[in-house]
């Protein structure tokens, strides 16, 4: 037998609202539940927890300001923490495609919030009186300023969770490329022959770019720790105490561990998402660098027997439901996919940015989630890639060896001894008859066996000129 809902009722500036019983949200979040049914997918939960710390910080302050009685705002405080401690997470029910600038989740936040300190005061959901959604839980704020503080936040403490994950993801590569150090094969430009590398010298610059973009996010997340709240509803600071910007900030700070600031002006803080647009655009560009590495992988593993094979990946799962034994690139298919999504998602952010005005920009909801998604994706995805996929990978040392030795690109080092054009002869020779660069020179006189040793050392031709040559002294010369 089904159990028979119950409901209550609340009411707000539209009139009545039913509303679940058991629920601790109220009635403007019902009314963007029949509002909103658009996609079923809900707020990330460090963004919920990143609230939650908005309005402990708030609550804080305005009873250390006098502006709020004290029962009433340990009361919200405790609430808010259980919402900062992801204890109430079932309760933010708001569609992420809801009002503009987040109205609908700030309220959501305020209803559960009042509703459970009214609890921890011995009162029963719905009693405003006793603790007011908008009088209480947001007193000195608006939707305007603590959602886009609540987006700095969340993706501040999401990006924490990354750096850990690119960062091994990069030592990884790092570790393979000193254990190839000594696998040379051919190199490849516009996908033909190219001179020779080292199978390591590929897997440390796929390192050094993952490095490198790690550095990048990092430099492009340092502007969201400015804060515009304080600023309330267009930056005026309209309801707020003078003290309030900087204290409020400060909490903050204290309870999330991050190093937050008040920010230069608050106008700019609530009407640009540049900060979110030039976060959103390094992660773009390290989904890029990823998609392009991982690809590399695919082409390197590609085979068994018809491919380059340079590579093997480790073998995860069965590769296909018809033809047996065939096993594929999964990992770094995967990989791939998450980057396009990621592009995606920077594009949708980039729209959003641009479509703010004058005071607000109400398209905030979207950008939070594109941006936190993409955190979100990246970071599994590294983990997994590393742990399943690059860890795993192993050298097919003879067929690098192969490809290196019948490579028509090996004539470059000729260039030197006999001009490019005389080279070039060489190479079509070689191509012609489908021959070694090196048994054509030998046959035309133009190194004996011996110099044709020497010279054709590809070993040797993967050395970066200069790089095994002592530094010179620092000493300054001494004047005659």
């Avoid at 340092?222 to 267009?234: D, H, I, N, P």
């Avoid at 909490?251 to 230069?264: F, G, H, Y």
């Avoid at 012609?432 to 066996?449: F, K």
Wanted: hydrophobic share 40%.
């Amino acid at each position: 037998m089904i159990e028979k809902i119950r409901f209550r009722t609340e009411f707000d500036s539209l009139g009545e609202v039913k509303v679940p019983a058991e629920a601790y949200y109220g009635a403007q979040t019902q009314r963007a539940l029949e509002n909103f049914p658009i996609s079923g997918l809900l707020a990330y939960p460090v963004f919920i927890h990143s609230y939650g710390a908005v309005k402990i910080a708030c609550a804080l302050v305005n009873v250390e300001l006098g502006r709020l009685d004290k029962k009433i705002g340990r009361a919200i405080v405790g609430a808010a923490k259980a919402v900062w401690r992801g204890k109430l997470n079932q309760e933010f029910v708001v569609d992420v495609f809801q009002a503009g600038a987040g109205t609908s989740f700030n309220m959501n936040t305020n209803e559960v919030i009042a509703n459970y300190a009214c609890e921890l005061l011995g009162s029963k959901k719905g009693n405003y009186k006793l603790v007011h959604p908008n009088d209480h839980v947001n007193m000195g704020q608006s939707t305007n300023d603590t959602f886009p503080t609540a987006m700095r936040l969340s993706t501040l403490l999401a990006l924490k969770k990354l750096y850990p994950q690119v960062g091994a993801l990069a030592d990884s590569f790092m570790k393979k490329s000193r254990q190839f150090s000594k696998v040379v094969k051919s190199g490849r430009t516009h996908l033909q022959d190219a001179a020779p590398v080292t199978l390591g010298q590929e897997f440390g610059a796929h390192a050094e770019a993952i490095k490198r973009a790690k550095d990048r996010i990092k430099r492009s997340s340092r502007s969201l720790e400015e804060l515009g709240l304080g600023g309330s509803a267009v930056g005026t600071g309209m309801n707020t105490h003078p003290r309030y910007r900087g204290l409020v900030t400060k909490n903050l700070s204290n309870i999330t561990r991050l190093n937050l600031r008040p920010a230069k002006n608050l106008f700019e803080a609530m009407q640009s998402m540049a900060p979110f647009t030039e976060t959103s655009s390094a992660l773009k560009n390290f989904s890029i660098e990823l998609s392009r590495i991982a690809s590399d992988l695919r082409l390197l593993s590609s085979g068994p027997r018809t491919g380059l094979a340079e590579i093997e990946l480790p073998a995860v799962q069965p590769g296909s439901s018809m033809m047996p034994g065939k096993v594929n690139p999964v990992m770094a298919e995967m990989t791939n996919m998450v980057c396009f999504q990621v592009l995606g998602n920077d594009a949708t952010i980039s729209y959003a940015a641009q479509a703010g005005q004058l005071e607000l920009n109400v398209m905030m909801p979207i950008i939070a989630y594109n941006l936190l998604q993409s955190i979100d994706i990246l970071t599994n995805t590294c983990r997994v890639f590393k742990q399943r996929c690059i860890d795993g990978i192993v050298a097919n040392r003879e067929t690098c060896t192969s490809f290196a030795e019948s490579s028509l690109a090996l004539v470059t080092i000729l260039n030197p001894i006999i001009g490019y054009r005389k080279a070039a002869e060489v190479a079509k020779r070689a191509s012609r008859e489908n021959r070694s660069i090196v048994n054509v020179v030998r046959e035309m006189g133009i190194l004996t066996e011996e110099e044709s040793r020497r010279v054709f050392d590809i070993e040797k031709m993967t050395r970066v000129p200069g790089m095994d040559r002592p530094k010179p002294s620092s000493q300054k010369p001494k004047r005659r």
